[in-house]
């Protein structure tokens, strides 16, 4: 029991903080009303944020690499890490246009 709530934790750790805060909040009892003051979403979507936040909790809490171990990775609302492409680097160069 204490090795599933070490990996719901780390998992958790992982979230960004809306979704972690929104969670944590609910498993504490706290009223849906003041869950959204801390999230800043409007009382209908919460629901909502609730589903996703439990999605990307699963995902991270499920998440296993090539040799069978489980990996945590980080999870920023579905935004890769990879290198992002410069602005303007696709575009041509003056006189290339023909």
Same mark, same amino acid.
């Given at each position: 029991m204490a090795d599933e709530l070490s990996q719901r934790e780390r998992a958790l750790r992982r979230l960004p903080l809306p979704y972690? !805060?929104? !969670?944590? !909040?609910r498993d504490a009892g706290i009223p849906a009303d003041v869950v959204c003051q801390y999230v800043n979403v409007e009382q209908a979507a919460l629901d909502g944020l609730y589903r996703m936040?439990?999605?990307k909790l699963l995902a991270a809490q499920n998440v296993t690499d090539d040799?069978?171990? %489980?990996?945590?990775?980080?999870?920023?609302?579905?935004?890769?890490r990879?290198? %992002?492409? %410069?602005l303007g680097s696709t575009a041509p160069k003056p006189g290339e246009l023909q």
């Amino acid at each position: 029991m204490a090795d599933e709530l070490s990996q719901r934790e780390r998992a958790l750790r992982r979230l960004p903080l809306p979704y972690s !805060l929104a !969670l944590r !909040l609910r498993d504490a009892g706290i009223p849906a009303d003041v869950v959204c003051q801390y999230v800043n979403v409007e009382q209908a979507a919460l629901d909502g944020l609730y589903r996703m936040a439990e999605a990307k909790l699963l995902a991270a809490q499920n998440v296993t690499d090539d040799c069978g171990r %489980r990996q945590t990775p980080f999870i920023w609302a579905g935004i890769s890490r990879g290198p %992002r492409p %410069r602005l303007g680097s696709t575009a041509p160069k003056p006189g290339e246009l023909q």
